[in-house]
């Protein structure tokens, strides 16, 4: 997505895609707000979002954003906010928010609440299939059966020893996402996309965040662009990046 923040009288979010709410609704709008309220500013702003990564796909777009928002208005507005500041303030509008301070590869608790950043000295390409619907978070998080979540903490721990030692093998072994338990339930189709990732040569697949997008992991770009022509749905194949985040 791409944000443009300007001064304005009064808070306004305009988005290119319809599907995205532009009132009091939108994370940017409660990232002003936020602002607003803890530095009691008379000041406002207007954000323009070019929507391009999918609504209600799991690929954190409104988080991504809302922490675009939130570095773009303190510059805007010279609060001069330190790192630690800015992830306090995201983690009031979503879990995923903090992440964005840091960038890279990390580790989030929603339990403890503590982001850990990751050394992670291997590139990781994947095939990303958006089925023509969303899951809506709050469905996603509401309809979660917890007698079923939360077991596979050793793979977890393996997963960011993996990670750590740029073992890939290891990190495909590994992938695992319990929001499949449920989402799985109600859209069945999502497990069939998952097991045409895997006969199609993805070394893992599995929901990213809480969907509908599903993700294949492969060695590199290129060996997830010959997977993609061989599936039936429409695909983005991306890789991982390092990225300097500037305050």
């Given amino acids: 997505d791409i944000l443009t923040v300007e001064a ?33 500013l008379a000041s406002s702003a207007a ?12 690929l954190a777009g409104g988080s991504a954003n809302a922490a675009t928002a939130l570095l773009m208005l303190n510059r805007l507005w010279q609060l001069h906010c330190t790192r630690p500041q800015l992830m306090e303030l995201g983690r009031e ?43 809506p978070t709050k469905e996603a998080y509401r309809e979660i059966d917890y007698a079923k979540t939360g077991k596979q903490t ?42 045409d990732l895997l006969r199609a040569g993805c070394d893992a697949a599995f929901l990213s965040g809480s ?7 492969a060695q590199s770009k290129e060996a997830a662009m010959a997977i993609a022509a061989r599936l039936p749905y429409k695909t983005i194949v991306t890789a991982t990046h390092c990225a300097e985040i500037t305050l």
């Fill in 8 to 40: 304005s009288a009064a808070t306004k979010i305009l988005c290119s895609d319809p599907a995205v709410p532009t009132d009091s609704r939108n994370i940017c709008w409660k990232a002003i707000d936020i602002l607003r309220k803890r530095f009691a």
């Fill in 47 to 58: 954000i323009t979002i070019q929507k391009n990564i999918p609504v209600m796909g799991g």
């Fill in 93 to 135: 509008l979503g879990m995923d928010v903090p992440y964005y301070f840091i960038g890279n590869t990390a580790f989030d608790s929603e339990t403890t609440g503590r982001l850990e950043a990751l050394s992670a000295p291997c590139e990781l390409a994947f095939i990303l299939v958006v089925p023509s619907f969303g899951v």
């Fill in 154 to 195: 050793i793979k977890t721990n393996a997963l960011q020893q993996a990670l750590s030692l740029g073992d890939y093998t290891a990190i495909a072994r590994n992938c695992h996402n319990d929001f499949e338990f449920s989402v799985f339930a109600k859209h069945p189709e999502l497990a069939t996309i998952k097991n």
């Fill in 211 to 217: 969907g509908s997008t599903m993700a294949g992991l």
